[in-house]
């Protein structure tokens, strides 16, 4: 009989003698291999860290700086328009509509608010100075609602839009600061009505609602003009016509002459005779042109002989609002020149869309949140599933 196999058996227990058989190793529960996957999901963990952290950084860079920049780049001055001043005769002018600072009643309360509030603030202070240093101009212009809850604010609320008013739209000493009202600022449309009290504050801490202001060569007359629904504002036609000296009127009202009432708009037009006027409170840009004639004899108004011979016609321009809580994608300045022979050129000044930038911070956050969720769920996956061989 082969004893073969039974030699070969005595061989092998003579290696280990008296112990039992021994056991297959198990590399599921190797030391240096959940070493190695915990130090797998460390490095991924750290590598999401790190890039989330650059691309946070990278947004808020474009969105906070470079993109002011950027969009600078696309300002289209009016044609012959010059930073050196060359010509010292030209009136150099920034036109804003409708920034409406937000205040306290009608926005979001609490941290939120403090929020809103201090990113409206710091857009319109951004755009606003980046514009004064490219134009460096001879006066600046609001054309009224300086305030979102002027009109209806607390005294003490009044005097924190005024302090944060002068503070987003500081000027230099040598730039003329021409305020007009709104209906946000002292009220008149709907059932928020103009008071002598509103128009008092008004007065007291920003300017007159009605007053002629000259720069070089131009006569600046404001009229306190500030919803379509005004049959006669309170305009002293007679005491601002004295007034009148310069070679080149131009108008500032609110809202445009074209919403008013056709016997104000014809009062006032042949009352001043203005070459241009702006306007406001529609938040969007648009040109139109007023034969005064025309519009005399349509509201049944008198008018001399030589006024009809001389056929003028009044320029107006709409300014957009500045403001990017207005929820219109025109946002923009007006630029404007007047030479010395007064002739007007003008450019829109368009700024950037802020929402959008916004909804680029927003993008952010769900796509970290996204991506964490994601190693979260797959890095143990791949564990178990490495474990299980």
């Known amino acids: 009989m082969d004893d073969t196999p039974v030699t070969k058996r005595r061989h092998l227990h003579a290696h280990v003698p008296n112990s039992p058989v021994p056991l297959q190793r198990d590399d599921r529960f190797s030391p240096s291999e959940g070493d190695s996957l915990k130090g797998l999901r460390c490095g991924h963990l750290l590598t999401f860290r790190k890039t989330a952290l650059l691309v946070g950084v990278l947004v808020v860079l474009y969105n906070e700086v470079l993109v002011y920049h950027i969009n600078k780049t696309s300002w289209k001055l009016p044609p012959g328009f010059s930073q050196f001043r060359e010509d010292d005769q030209i009136v150099r002018l920034i036109i804003a509509g409708d920034p409406q600072i937000q205040g306290y009643q009608y926005e979001v309360g609490g941290f939120v608010g403090w929020i809103t509030r201090l990113d409206s603030d710091r857009y319109l202070s951004k755009t606003f100075h980046l514009l004064l240093d490219m134009v460096q101009p001879d006066a600046v212009i609001f054309l009224g ?42 009220g008149g449309e709907g059932a928020d009505v103009i008071t002598q009290e509103k128009m008092l504050r008004f007065e007291k801490n920003f300017a007159p609602l009605n007053e ?3 720069v070089k060569n131009v006569d600046f007359i404001k009229v306190n003009l500030v919803t379509p629904y005004q049959e006669v504002p309170a305009v002293p036609q007679t005491q601002l016509v004295s007034q009148l000296s310069a070679p080149v009127r131009v108008l500032l009202s609110h809202v445009t002459l074209n919403a008013a009432r056709l016997q104000t708009a014809a009062k006032i037009l042949g009352s001043f005779m203005p070459q241009y006027a702006f306007s406001a409170h529609f938040h969007k840009y648009e040109r139109t042109a007023f034969d005064i004639t025309r519009i005399m004899k349509s509201a049944g108004l008198p008018y001399s002989a030589d006024l009809g011979r001389k056929q003028l016609v009044t320029q107006e321009i709409q300014v957009p609002t500045c403001s990017y809580r207005m929820g219109t994608a025109e946002i923009g300045y007006i630029v404007v020149t007047i ?17 959008v930038n916004l909804g680029v911070y927003v993008v952010y956050l769900i796509m970290v949140v996204l991506t964490w969720l994601i190693q979260q769920v797959c890095l143990p996956s791949k564990r178990h599933h490495t474990t299980g061989l």
């Open 339 to 355: 030479d010395q022979a007064g002739e007007m050129s003008s450019s829109v000044v368009w700024l950037p869309r802020r929402y």
């Open 212 to 214: 002629v202001v000259r």
């Open 145 to 186: 609602d300086l305030e979102d809850e002027g009109s209806v604010a607390s005294d003490e609320e009044y005097s924190d839009y005024v302090q944060r008013f002068y503070q987003i739209f500081h000027v230099p000493t040598e730039t003329k600061l021409i305020l007009l009202a709104g209906d946000n600022d002292i």
